[in-house]
């Protein structure tokens, strides 16, 4: 092997990376203009969409305090999985102890404000739904199926 060519696999993997990245930033823009253009219309709150986020809130409260039950063997990630390392998901999916670390205030403040965040824009999402004539992404909605599998829910008429 040449210092000049490079192996047929590592190229074949950064080709694949490189779509991946292709579709991530195709993805940014579109959701990007989609709330750009929810973000430049005037308007007051959408019953529908104050009901349906009222009701999920609602949900959210029943819940406060019940440990949530899963299938046995099933692996679960939360969206701060997302950027770990193999190492990382491995020792997860392991269920080893975590590390002890502290928690700064300015770290608690973070994860408030990143769940606000979260709350506005999946609202916006919503009021797309409403106000936009085709809106590229939607809310996937399965009633209550936050609560599949759990004792909680198996106790309501849901």
Known sequence: MSLVSKPTELTAEIKEKSKYKK????LEREILNQMDEINSLDYFPIKSVEKLVLEQKHFEYDKVGIEPEFPEGLVRF??????????ELFFKANKAPKDKKTQYP???????NSTAVHDAV?????????????????????KWSACMGTNHCRDKDH
Request: hydrophobic content about 25%; aromatic content about 8%; glycine content about 2%.
């Open 23 to 26: 579709r991530g930033s195709k």
């Open 78 to 87: 939360s969206p701060s999985s997302a950027d770990k390392c193999d190492r």
């Open 106 to 112: 300015f770290q608690r403040r973070w994860t408030r």
């Open 122 to 142: 999946q609202k916006q999402l919503l009021e797309s739904e409403v106000l936009l004539e085709n809106p590229q992404f939607t809310v996937n909605r399965k």
